[in-house]
C-alpha cells in the first residue's frame, strides 16, 4: 500500500463520515427505515474503509493482505440492495423485465475478466459478480420501470440512478486497477477512485426525496381522512 | 503456558450449580453467561487451528481471523435460543448482551493470566474497553435479529450485513489494541465512545428531532 492509496483512502474516509453523520441526523429525525438502511451501508463502507487506512498504517507488511476489507466492501452492497428492494415493494407491480437476463452474463463476464488479467481470487470474485448481479437487477429493474414515466412523479428514479452511477463507478475502478500499476496521479484509477467516494453522497439526496415524498403523501392523506371525520 | 480447559472449568463450576438452583430469568441470564463463555473458549480452540492450517502468525491471525471467528460464536447461542425457544422480542437484546459479557469475561480472565497485572491503570482501561466492545458487536448483530425486516430473506441478508459490521469494527479494533501506546489507548476508547453516542441517541432521541427540524 502506496501513500496514495493512503491519502485516496482518507479522502473516502471524510467522505463517508460526513455521509454517516447526515444519515444518523435524518434517521434520527424521520425515523424510516430508508434512512437507516442508507445508515448502515454508510457505515459499514466506513468501517471498512477504516480498516484499510489502519492496516495500512499500523501494520504495514507486519500482516498479510486484509480479506476483511474485501468482506465489508462486498456485503455492503446487501445493505443497498435491501434499500432498493425495499422501496421497490413499496411503489411497483412484480412485472418482469427480460432485458435483466443480460445483467449475470455481464457481471460473471466481467469476473472471469478480473481473474484472468488481475489473477484475483477465485471465490472473491465470484461473491462480488453475484453481489453485483442482484445490485444490478435491482437497480436496472427499477430504472425501466420509471423509463417513459416521466409525466407522473416518481421521485424513486433518482435513487435508482444514483445506484446505476455507482455501479458504473465501482466497475470502473476494478477495470482500470487492471491496467495501470504506477504509484502518481496521472494514474486514472485514483481519480476513478475519488469519483466513486464522492458518489456515495448522491444516495443522500436521492433517498431524501422518497422519504420527503412519503411523509407528504402521508400528512396528505391523515388530513383527508380528519376532514372526512370532521364532515 | 495458560491451560484454558482448567480455568474454563474453575469459572463454570459455580455458575453451573448456580444454573441448578436458580429458577425463571435468572437461570437464563446464567445459561447465557455461560454460553458466552463457553464460546470464548471454542473461538480459541478454532482461532488456533484455523491460524495453524493458513500458516498465519498472531497478528495477522488476531486482525483476520479471530474477529470473524468471535463474532459468529457470539451469535451461535443466541440463534439457538431463538429458533429452539422462539422467545418474545424484546428477550432477546438483554440475552445478546448477556452472552457478550460472558465471552469479554472469560477472554479477560485468559488475558490476565497470560499478562502483566500490575498496572491497574492498563488493566481497567483494557476491562473496559474489550468488554464494552463486545458488547457493541452484540448489540449490532441483535438489531438485525429484532424482526427488523419482515421477510425471512431480508432478515437473513440484514443479518448478515450486520455480523459484518461487528466482524469489521472487532478487526479495526484488534488493530488498533495490537499497537502499543496512543493507537492501542484509541482502542480501547473506540468501543466506549460508540456506546455513549449510542446512548446519548437513544436518550435524547425526542429533543435530537426537535432540534434537527
Known sequence: MNSLDIFNNSISLFIIAICMIIDIIRAVKFRTRE?????????????????????????????????????????????????????????????RYRSLILIPIFTFAMAVGFIMYSEGDVLSNVICALLMWMLLRETVKGGLYNKGKYGKTYTSKWLYRASFIFCYLEYQTWVLSCFFFDDSWTNPFYWSDIMLSISYILFIPAVDRIVKDRVAKADGSSMIQSLKSGG | MNYIENIYICLAAPLLVAVLCLESYRRRIIIFMLSGMTMCL??????????????LNALTASVEISPTVE????????????????????????????????FATFEN?????????????????????????????????????????????????????????????????????????????????????????????????????????
Not at chain 1, 63 to 73: D, K, N, P, Q
Not at chain 2, 164 to 183: D, E, M, Q
Open chain 2, 42 to 55: 471454542l473461538s480459541s480452540y478454532i482461532n488456533t487451528f484455523l491460524a495453524a492450517v493458513y500458516g
Open chain 2, 109 to 213: 480472565v485468559c488475558y490476565l493470566l497470560g499478562n502483566d497485572t500490575s498496572n491497574i491503570q492498563h488493566l481497567l482501561i483494557r476491562g473496559f474497553g474489550t468488554g464494552t466492545m463486545h458488547v457493541v458487536t452484540g448489540m449490532v448483530v441483535m438489531l438485525g435479529m429484532k424482526a427488523v425486516w419482515e421477510k425471512l430473506w431480508l432478515r437473513l441478508a440484514g443479518t448478515l450485513g450486520l455480523l459484518t459490521i461487528a466482524i469489521v469494527y472487532h478487526a479495526s479494533f484488534n488493530i488498533l489494541v495490537s499497537r502499543t501506546g496512543v493507537p492501542a489507548y484509541i482502542g480501547y476508547m473506540f468501543p466506549i465512545v460508540t456506546v455513549i453516542a449510542v446512548l446519548i441517541v437513544k436518550k435524547y432521541r425526542k429533543k435530537l428531532k426537535k432540534y434537527f427540524e
Open chain 1, 35 to 95: 434512512w437507516m438502511l442508507l445508515f448502515l451501508y454508510h457505515t459499514l463502507i466506513f468501517l471498512s474503509a477504516l480498516y484499510y487506512e489502519l492496516y495500512a498504517l499500523l501494520l504495514g507488511d507486519e500482516a498479510h493482505s486484509g480479506h476483511i476489507y474485501e468482506l465489508g466492501c462486498y456485503v455492503s452492497y446487501l445493505f443497498l440492495i435491501i434499500l432498493l428492494q425495499y422501496i421497490r415493494e413499496k411503489e411497483m407491480d412484480s412485472k
Open chain 2, 71 to 102: 463474532e459468529v460464536m457470539k451469535l451461535l447461542p443466541v440463534i439457538f435460543y431463538l429458533l429452539v425457544f422462539e422467545p418474545p422480542k424484546n428477550r432477546m437484546a438483554g440475552n445478546t448482551i448477556t452472552v457478550a459479557i460472558g
